[in-house]
């Protein structure tokens, strides 16, 4: 397997944790990852994105400049990256947030009420839960959700591993969706 | 895989230096280096080491100066503009023959360019951005894991041999995470009879560059130098070759370069092409025998860097045949493409 | 004719510390009192085997040719930072950076304010001869109004290139420093205020008590073009009215 992944979406969204979470789970599975964020004056802009490359195979780039997976958490970052996909792509978007319909039709499209979920079960600030929860079950490969579940424990900060009870229910809501 | 953890670059390099026994560093924020002035103010007090944030990179890099005098393991770590201000500083340690590690991760210049990773600063590394007659030792990882690694050997080195050794990475490789496992201390302990400790017991040691007088006194210091600079050249070169026995093409880049054109190389096997990648891992001193070797039985060398070509003047000095040599590079903080590695290699078959 | 020495009694002799090697100071040069009183200092506390200084860029940058204590060079104007870095590995050992007025207040200005803002735990001694010397004798961040120097040749006009420069007065505005004195050493009796102004400062130093200023108004016969004698009345008549002698800070 070989996927290379944009999340994106507002500070705030856990966008660069979620992207974390993966590579962790996927790396405790003996998967090749890489994570790298957008940093600097991007960041200021109040959007944030990170690349996660997951792989069978040593990696190259950890910059995904046409990714096979897009999960957009906002409007704007699902009009940034949408264009890029590759040809047959997933874009996966938080339609909570996102009215507007995604353009291209050669790209495979998934919406997910990720914030509405989170909300549901307790915090919004869960809603990438309930993306990598989607994600994961349209695209087994990239990880178990054992796995992810086990990698909540070193992704999460100290601080914040208090929800991981919450996190873990968004993770399996969305993930029988 | 459960030692394995997933680690930032430029935290990864800051864990390194403290199993090392770097206790004392000295920076100025800058991006795209920030996580390691981050992560040494963190970890240095838990050690019982000295973080201090200096006014400047010129104030940095001298109170670098000052420890290394003083005996201890010193770091500092900037980026390119940063590293500009550090020239200095480093030519003086080098002609006083101190040791100490200094960290770039290169982003986009000139001037104040941009904060994406970059390679345009090979020249400012290897050739020595500061005045006089000095080198200092210059490696450049490709992966977090080796960035650790190299931390530890870079602290020995430069102990070793009384230099300065500089880690040169760049933007992409500082900001990204990967696996990597935490490097062992080699070991390895070094006397510093030298060093400034009060002279008890003995004639005052001094740590000076300058030798005024008489007439031949520093040509006398800098031929030392140069004995200590020929010992490295002969002992310390570095370098990874992958598939290059049977290569007709042979693509030369290091650090984040190299990783893309090892994509490319793979993809290029695919299709039959008999490509190959050499990745010096020491830019100063460079492989330029080994690359020469190497080079003997290709028919064309293609070199791969994020700058307007830099390297590729050690590459031709290495295959000293013009017709051979091929440069492809992306400036500004943009990344080589592996598409295009690819078309250029596909095509020189054709 | 045999000296009996049993006949006399030692009332004066070079200080342990000061190496006994020919000077390369000018006559009437105010560097080779300080290092004299430093050397003493040094001798008086005890202190020899536990001292390192930083020497500047400047006409003292052979000055660890002179004390014979360990001892760094330092590039022009970020002594303090090398000190600061000798300090924080050896925070026993006493450490001192000697500085004259191009190396703190132009080139080093930065080092010297944010060293002393830190409160690092070493004694600076400043050296103010309101001019450059070892590059022949250029204007100074404190050479004075209307001086004649290389690069002022119709005098210092403050309207173009501004006016002296007091370091006493600029880092007392700090609120870390514990002793801030400013000295002459055109006499006597300011030699010895100067050496106890020193002795302080190291003894603070000693006493882990943190950062110590000491300024020396001092003579440069050689680059002012007068003689020894005149240099000092110059002291005297043309500084010292503008850089006030005393004690800014003593806690």
Known sequence: MHEEIIVAGFGGQGVIMAGKLMCIAAMNEGKHVSHIPSYGAEMRGGTANCSVVISDDPIGSPVVPEPTVVIAMNLPSMRKFEPRLKKGGLLLYNSSLIDAKPERDDIEVIAVEATGIAEEVGSTRAANMAAIGRLLAAKPDIASMDSVKEALKIAVSKRNQKFNDINIKVLDKAHSL | MSDRILMKGNEAVGEAAIIAGCRHYFAYPITPQNEIPAYMAKRLPEVGGTFLQAESELAAINMVFGASAAGARVMTSSSSPGISLKQEGISYIAGAELPCVIVDMMRGGPGLGNIAGSQADYFQATRGGGNGDYRIIVLAPASVQELADITIEAFDLADEYRIPVMILGEGYLGQMSEPFSLPEPSGKTFEKPWALTGAKGRKPNIIASMRLTPENLLEEHNLKLKKTYDKITEKEVRYESYLLDDADYIIVAYGTSARISRSAIIELRKEGIKAGLFRPISLWPYPYKELKKAASHAKKVLTVEMSLGQMVEDVRLAVMDDEKVDFYGRTGGMLPESGEIIRRVRHYGS | ?251
């Open chain 3, 1 to 251: 004719m045999e000296a009996k020495t049993a006949d006399f009694k030692y009332v004066y002799d070079r200080p342990k510390s000061l190496v006994d090697v020919p000077t390369h100071y000018c006559p009437g040069c105010g560097h080779g009192i300080v290092h004299k009183i430093l050397a003493e200092v040094i001798d008086e506390l005890g202190i020899r085997d536990d001292t390192i200084i930083v020497a500047p860029v400047g006409c003292s940058v052979l000055l660890y040719n002179y004390i014979d204590v360990d001892g760094s060079e330092a590039a022009h104007g970020r002594a303090p930072a090398v000190a600061t870095g000798i300090k924080r590995v050896h925070k026993d050992k006493v450490v001192i950076s000697y500085q004259g007025d191009g190396d703190l207040l132009a080139i080093g200005t930065a080092e010297a304010v944010h060293a002393a803002n830190r409160g690092e735990h070493f004694t600076t001694i400043f050296i103010n001869n309101a001019i450059y010397g070892m590059t022949g004798g250029q204007m100074a961040p404190t050479t004075m109004e209307n001086q004649i120097t290389k690069t002022t040749p119709y005098g210092r006009d403050p309207a173009d290139v501004g006016f002296p420069i007091r370091a006493c007065e600029l880092l007392n505005t700090l609120e870390a420093p514990v002793f801030i004195e400013r000295c002459a050493v055109y006499d006597v009796k300011h030699v010895l205020k100067t050496k106890r102004a020193i002795k302080k400062g190291l003894q603070n130093q000693i006493e882990g008590k943190g950062y110590s200023f000491i300024e020396v108004l001092s003579m440069c016969p050689t680059n002012w073009g007068i003689n020894p004698v005149k240099s000092a009345e110059w002291v005297h008549d043309v500084m010292e009215p503008y850089y006030k002698l005393g004690n800014f800070r003593d806690i």
